[in-house]
């Protein structure tokens, strides 16, 4: 392994998709919707999306969870953000390669966020980190 700073290891950590989808329910269920238009979560690219050894898919019936395994194979989730002091609508498109390097942020920078998402403990706030970090690699609200 190498230093990635002085006085620090850099390391791999894998995250289970299931940890990732239900951080991504939490934030669109309840954790995003002070910045994201209502409703405007959309999913594209789902045709043959399998969600994985999922608990998920029993956990909220009439629900189609196999949505939010999208991201992470070849679709991608597409949100609205409406900008507070103008009003000014934006579309943002989340994917794969977003989810990975907003997992890397937030391993990073907001660790206790990190920790929660890889435990399966978050919550809406760790759903809503988690998705401004994939559209804007940063918390820009909240």
Excluded: R
Aim: with cysteine.
């Amino acid at each position: 392994m190498k230093d990635a700073l002085p006085g620090t290891m850099e390391i791999k950590v894998n995250v289970p998709d299931d940890a990732i989808v239900g951080a991504l329910i939490s934030g669109v269920e309840s954790g995003i919707y002070y910045w994201v238009k209502v409703p405007s979560v959309e999913f594209l690219g789902l045709p043959g999306v399998i969600p994985t050894g999922s608990s998920w898919v029993k956990v909220i019936e009439g629900d189609d969870i196999s949505s939010y395994f999208g991201p992470l194979q070849d679709g991608h989730m597409i949100l609205i953000e409406v900008e507070e002091s103008t009003g000014k609508e934006k579309k943002h498109q989340i994917g794969k390669k977003e989810i990975a390097k907003a997992l890397q942020l937030m391993a990073e920078k907001w660790p206790q966020h990190f920790k929660d998402v890889v435990k399966e403990s978050g919550d809406a706030v760790t759903g809503d980190v988690l998705i401004q970090l994939a559209c804007f690699g940063d918390i820009k609200y909240g």
